[in-house]
């Protein structure tokens, strides 16, 4: 998965892969991975594409994230 740099106080880096099996789930789903500065690093299940464009392009990536994807999505901390 390629990863983007954003400019953020929390999130350093955020990717973007549409069509993934996974091993809980057989069938193919998009996932946006979001690397924190923490260095924690979370999985976000069936995120749609649009929704990743708008992050990367947000004014405040760190408040689109809180307001649209954090607890929208499923997840999974890696």
Do not use: C, W
Request: charged residues 35%.
């Amino acid at each position: 998965m390629k990863m983007v740099k954003v400019k953020s106080s929390n999130i350093e880096q955020v990717g973007f892969e549409e069509k993934v099996t996974v091993s809980f789930n057989k069938k193919p789903m998009s996932i946006l991975r979001v690397i924190f500065t923490s260095g924690y690093t979370y999985d976000y299940y069936r995120v749609p594409k649009k929704e990743y464009e708008e992050l990367i392009e947000a004014d405040s990536v760190g408040i689109y994230f809180h307001k649209n994807i954090k607890n929208k999505y499923d997840y999974e901390k890696k």
